[in-house]
Nanobody
Framework: QVDLVQSGGGFVQAGGSLRLSCGPS????????MGWFRQGPGEEREFVSA????????NYAESVKDRFTIYKDNAKNTVYLEMNNLKPEDTAVYYC??????????????????WGPGTQVTVSS
């Protein structure tokens, strides 16, 4: 069992920036493949971005490409999501996800075994 702790998020005006972070509550030896998903009111959870176990390979949803950057601190098994040029449609609860066995980050919730509690991101127009 891996308990994930999230930080960051909050309220920002359109065009602003926020950074999210996520990591295990206690150190673990196995490297994690990690990702971010988001869920707006009345919507399904959707893929945002993922990073491979080594941190070398990343992928993004088209809607956030060129605005969001994901990166991983391998020593801490911590993943960050740098969000720039935020838009009102980015408003959602953002969830961190992790998997011990996968090498590359998947784009579906079923690819991950562990989830963070979620953090609210609100972007005003």
């Amino acid at each position: 069992q891996v308990d994930l702790v999230q930080s960051g998020g909050g309220f920002v005006q359109a065009g602003g920036s926020l950074r999210l972070s996520c990591g295990p509550s206690s150190p673990i030896e196995s490297p994690l493949t990690m990702g971010w998903f988001r869920q707006g009111p009345g919507e399904e959870r959707e893929f945002v971005s993922a990073v491979s176990r080594t941190g070398h390979t990343t992928n993004y949803a088209e809607s956030v490409k060129d605005r969001f950057t994901i990166y991983k601190d391998n020593a801490k098994n911590t993943v960050y999501l740098e969000m720039n040029n935020l838009k009102p449609e980015d408003t959602a609860v953002y969830y961190c996800a992790a998997d011990i066995h996968a090498v590359y980050g998947g784009n579906r919730p079923a690819h991950y075994n562990f989830w963070g509690p979620g953090t609210q991101v609100t972007v005003s127009s």
